[in-house]
C-alpha cells in the first residue's frame, strides 16, 4: 500500500540556516505530493503541493520538487526563521484510493535566535 | 471564505462516556475527511463522505465510532463508550467536488478520555 517516510527529529536549527527535510514515498499510482505544516496550538496548513512528475511545489521560501525516479518529495528552505518553528507533514494522496491523505509520521522544527 | 471549522477545540472524558465531535467543511466542498493522530503516532485517515454518502469508511478502528453527514453539510463523529486510546486530535478535511483536489484541514479537536 501507499506510505510516507520522513526524518522524524526534532530538528534544532539557528536562524538563518538551511534547512532539508527528507521524504520519501511508495505509491502503487501516481500520487499527489503535500508538505502540511502544523504551528503550536494550530491546526494542520497546506504549505506547499506538487501533483506530477519535475514538478516544484513553493510556497513561504519553501521548496521541494516531485522527484519520481528517486520517489521523494525533500523540503527546503534557504534560510529559516524563528517562525518557521513547527511540525512539517509530508503527504500523499492518490485518486485510486479516493483522494484520502497518507501522512508521514512529521519532522518537529525548533528555530533559534 | 471561512476555513473548515471543528467543535469543540478540547474535550476531555471519561472512559465510558460518549463524545461528539462536529465539523463544518467550507461551504460547497462535497468531500469530507476525518483524521485522528493517536499520542505519538501518525495522522491516519478515518473516513470519506461525498456528500451525505460514505464513499469509504476503511479507517474506522472499530464499531465505537459512528460518523454521520446528513443532508451533506456538517458532520459529527460519536465515539460511543470512549477508551483511553481514543485519545489524540481528530482533524477534519474537506475539498471541492471530484477527485484529485486539494484538502483543508480544520484546527482540529483534541480529545483526552481519563
Known amino acids: 500500500g501507499n506510505s510516507v517516510t520522513q526524518m522524524e527529529g526534532p530538528v534544532t536549527l539557528s536562524e538563518e540556516a538551511f534547512l532539508t527535510i527528507n521524504c520519501t514515498y511508495t505509491?502503487?499510482?501516481?500520487?499527489?505530493l503535500f508538505w502540511y505544516v502544523q504551528y503550536p496550538g494550530e491546526g494542520l496548513q497546506l504549505l506547499l503541493k506538487?501533483?506530477?512528475?519535475?514538478d516544484k511545489g513553493s510556497n513561504k521560501g519553501f521548496e521541494a520538487t516531485y522527484r519520481k525516479e528517486t520517489t521523494s518529495f525533500h523540503l527546503e528552505k534557504g534560510s529559516v526563521q524563528v517562525s518557521d518553528s513547527a511540525v512539517y507533514f509530508c503527504?500523499?494522496?492518490?485518486?485510486?484510493?479516493?483522494?484520502?491523505?497518507?501522512f508521514g509520521p512529521g519532522t518537529s522544527l525548533s528555530v533559534i535566535p | 471564505e471561512a476555513g473548515v471549522t471543528q467543535f469543540p477545540s478540547h474535550s476531555v472524558i471519561e472512559k465510558g462516556q460518549t463524545v461528539t465531535l462536529r465539523c463544518d467543511p467550507i461551504?460547497?466542498?462535497?468531500?469530507l475527511y476525518w483524521y485522528r493522530r493517536v499520542m505519538g503516532k501518525e495522522i491516519k485517515f478515518l473516513l470519506h463522505?461525498?456528500?451525505?454518502?460514505?464513499?469509504?469508511e476503511s479507517g474506522m478502528p472499530n464499531n465505537r465510532f459512528l460518523a454521520e453527514r446528513t443532508g451533506g453539510t456538517y458532520s459529527t463523529l460519536k465515539v460511543q463508550p470512549a477508551e483511553l486510546e481514543d485519545s489524540g486530535v481528530y482533524f477534519c478535511?474537506?475539498?471541492?467536488?471530484?477527485?484529485?483536489?486539494?484538502?483543508?484541514f480544520g484546527p482540529g479537536t483534541r480529545l483526552l478520555v481519563l
Open positions: 478535511a474537506s475539498s471541492r467536488p471530484g477527485s484529485g483536489q486539494t484538502q483543508y
Open positions: 505509491a502503487t499510482g501516481y500520487p499527489s
Open positions: 506538487a501533483t506530477k512528475a519535475d
Open positions: 503527504a500523499l494522496s492518490d485518486r485510486t484510493s479516493y483522494d484520502k491523505v497518507i
Open positions: 461551504s460547497g466542498h462535497d468531500n
Open positions: 463522505f461525498v456528500k451525505e454518502s460514505k464513499q469509504d
